[in-house]
């Protein structure tokens, strides 16, 4: 985009200024890459207290099925995903892929079972099409509905629940992927017991009149530092979780990106609603036979970064390429520089040595089990 005057701004815009953020362009809005304390700080902070993250960017859909049946919305958009939604409990989140005809995938999101209808949070710069999508292909059935006044934040680290009790006590009694309705200081809001730090924390969907006043609360309290776009890519990294259009996109399928997990045994082969998504065949013949290349973590031998789009190789000369870096950077818990990359599968297994190509030199680099940083979720 040429200036920001055609970027948007989510409800937190005139928050994240006033307290001091740098704002950059991302997927079309005016977003906090940090804060004055930096990138470093506000990463160890969320991995020590409580990080709070505007990702009001994010998209916030309501699928409500025509005859009034929830079951219906659920069976209709299992017809888009790979997931079981139908098995989803009222009051819990799974997460999903929505697929193409190739086994590509088109973005990955949140379910929730609201008991009435579902509610999906998409990725900021898919989500316009998400919503296309979904209408195209539900709107016989269902009522889809982009929630526009809204803010959405993520509070994250081993302080949250801490935190979030002294404004609503039963936040205690909360599970990881549980999902209630709470008032915050006469606030409406969502609650999720979720995020994409590693962290046990929450995502709070806020009506975006109300979301300074309970973000300015939250901040108000000793543990919680407001943290930008820089530290949240970096905390994802070492916790393993893909970037959209980074590590995943519509080339690359689930059992490549190692996501087969998120895939229930109800919808694979020989499942009692086995198939049935764009990308089917393709993607349950992975599933079951395995892929030419996979997704793997990659610690580097030094200090130097690895960032994508670096080419990989075989051999410290460079004639064997093998795969390419598409994350990397320096993972502050870990104290060195971390990646993940596609590699053929005849050299995924950890402790793989492999290299990096970058500026011309063929960096050491180590197959590693995923995560780098172990989830601390409250199960």
Partial sequence: MDGTSELKKTPLYDLNVSLGARMVP???????????????????????????????????????ARSGNNADAARALEALVPVDVLGIAEGRQRYALFTNDAGGI??????????DHLFLVANAACKDADFAHLQKHLGSTCEVTMLTDRALVALQGP?????????????????????????????ECIVSRSGYTGEDGFEISIPAAQ????????????DVEPIGLGARDSLRLEA??????????????????????????VRR????????????????????KGTARR???????GKAPVRAPAKLYSDAEGKTEI?????????????????????????????????????????PVTVSALPFVSNTFKR
């Fill in 159 to 187: 302080r949250a629940e801490t935190v979030l009790a002294e404004f609503w006590a039963d936040i205690t009694e909360m599970r990881f992927m549980d999902v209630r309705s709470c008032d915050l200081h006469d606030a």
């Fill in 240 to 265: 393993g979780l893909c970037l959209y259009g980074n590590d995943i996109d519509t080339a690359t399928t689930p059992a490549e990106a190692g996501l087969g997990w998120a895939i229930q045994k």
């Fill in 295 to 301: 997704r793997v973590g990659l610690k580097v031998d």
């Fill in 323 to 363: 795969g390419h870096v598409t994350s990397g950077g320096f993972g502050p818990t870990v104290e060195n520089p971390v990646a993940m990359g596609y590699v053929a599968a005849a050299l995924a297994t950890p402790d793989t040595h492999l290299f990096a190509e970058v500026r011309g030199k063929f960096l």
């Fill in 106 to 115: 088109l973005d990955d999101l949140m379910i929730t079972n609201r008991g």
């Fill in 211 to 222: 979301a300074e006043m309970v973000c300015r609360r939250l901040l108000d309290h000793p």
């Fill in 269 to 288: 082969g020989g499942g009692d609603r086995a198939g049935g998504f764009p990308g089917a065949d393709v993607i349950l013949d992975q599933l079951e």
């Fill in 26 to 64: 991302y997927a079309g809005y005016e977003m906090p890459v940090q804060f004055p304390a930096g990138v470093m700080k506000e990463h160890l902070h969320t991995r020590t207290a409580a990080g709070l993250f505007d990702v009001s960017h994010m998209g916030q859909i309501i699928i409500r």
